[in-house]
T-cell receptor, first 116, second 111 residues
Framework: GAVVSQHPSWVICKSGTSVKIECRSL??????MFWYRQFPKQSLMLMAT?????????EQGVEKDKFLINHASLTLSTLTVTSAHPEDSSFYIC????????????FGPGTRLTVL | DAKTTQPNSMESNEEEPVHLPCNHS???????IHWYRQLPSQGPEYVIH???SNVNNRMASLAIAEDRKSSTLILHRATLRDAAVYYC????????????FGQGTRLTINP
């Protein structure tokens, strides 16, 4: 149980286009979902926290108008990278939490975005 | 968020125990200690968590110092599939509901 999927697993796009990444909790309802970005050889960097039905909370330095997050249901959150540029190329990972005292998060397999 | 300190890398041999240390000297009384690991090109996966007492599960054991300022993740019999980056993370359920990843320890397992 507690499986999180992401789609697509990889995407290549041209500079200036927008890309949508989906994150789904397959067998549980996620009260909170998180989006991370990871550059090669680096750790995960939290981008934003989203709760179902409310606006996402972005970490300092993350442009909310560039990285649009929608959490319309308890099983689906989407991240849209708008007007992507080569510097947005990265590994994007989502996670989902059911809440609870110890805040275990279940991570998706990641989406590798390459912007040409 | 309270900070953790881990060695950048460690190396061990297959079928031997591995002890991965983590220092968290500024831990608060309500901070949970989480361990996650990330295999190459994958999302992280949960390993274990604890608050005060030592914990065991099918993947690993977590030994927490009496003063809670450090902890050790123990892999009892390492396999090649345990080669990954291991992250020790503190989180407080009474605070922001998020995990902040540090640099972690890159564990190499020699056959």
């Amino acid at each position: 149980g507690a499986v999180v999927s992401q789609h697509p697993s990889w995407v290549i796009c041209k500079s200036g286009t927008s890309v949508k990444i989906e994150c789904r909790s397959l067998d549980f309802q996620a009260t909170t979902m998180f989006w991370y970005r990871q550059f090669p050889k680096q750790s995960l960097m939290l981008m934003a926290t989203s709760n179902e039905g409310s606006k996402a909370t972005y970490e300092q330095g993350v442009e909310k108008d560039k990285f649009l997050i929608n959490h319309a249901s308890l099983t689906l959150s989407t991240l849209t990278v708008t007007s992507a540029h080569p510097e947005d190329s990265s590994f994007y990972i989502c996670s989902a939490s059911q809440g609870g005292a110890f805040l275990e998060q279940f991570f998706g397999p990641g989406t590798r975005l390459t912007v040409l | 968020d309270a900070k953790t300190t881990q060695p950048n890398s460690m190396e061990s041999n297959e079928e031997e125990p591995v002890h991965l240390p983590c220092n968290h000297s500024t831990i608060s009384g309500t901070d949970y200690i989480h361990w996650y690991r990330q295999l190459p090109s994958q999302g992280p996966e949960y390993v274990i968590h604890g608050l005060t007492s030592n914990v065991n599960n099918r993947m690993a054991s977590l030994a927490i110092a009496e003063d809670r300022k450090s902890s050790t993740l123990i892999l009892h019999r390492a396999t090649l599939r345990d080669a990954a980056v291991y992250y020790c993370i503190l989180s407080n359920p009474q605070g922001a509901q998020k995990l902040v990843f540090g640099q972690g320890t890159r564990l190499t397992i020699n056959p």
